[in-house]
């Protein structure tokens, strides 16, 4: 698959219900063997409907830019290699009890789901097929 993505597949993936979002970024994360964030000055942070912070990620770079506005101006895509996310970030995430935002849109809607739950998730989409 080609590294960037054309502005009319941006737009189509974008235009997905959050949850085939979600499984479109499963998919791409263990495709490409890494996740995006947003850095400033530390990782961009959402809130949930709780007041919660949300740490959310993308499956690419692309997607992550367009979402650097508002809150996150000036904010840049930073790669997570997926072993750092599975091994570090998201189990550290578990013990502080901090959520996921899967694929936030610049609209703001993001797949929320828990830390383990997303590792269990690309763990299982990224074992061999029997």
Do not use: K
């Not at 997905?16 to 995006?36: H, N």
């Not at 409907?49 to 996150?72: H, I, N, Q, S």
């Not at 101006?73 to 930073?78: I, L, S």
């Not at 935002?101 to 739950?117: K, V």
Request: negative net charge.
């Amino acid at each position: 698959m080609e590294r960037e993505e054309s502005q009319e597949r941006i737009q189509a993936v974008l235009r997905l219900p959050a949850a085939r979002r979600y499984a479109y970024f499963l998919q791409r994360a263990v495709e490409s063997g890494e996740v995006w964030g947003l850095d400033g000055e530390g990782w961009a942070l959402a809130l949930d409907d709780a007041g919660r912070d949300v740490l959310p990620l993308w499956p690419a770079p692309e997607f992550a830019a367009l979402c650097a506005t508002r809150l996150w101006e000036g904010f840049q895509p930073r790669a997570i290699p997926l072993r750092e996310l599975l091994e570090n970030v998201l189990p550290q995430l578990e013990e502080e009890g901090m959520p996921v935002g899967i694929f936030f849109t610049p609209q703001g809607q993001g797949h929320p789901t828990s830390a383990r739950d997303l590792i269990d998730a690309l763990r299982a989409a990224s074992a061999p097929v029997a």
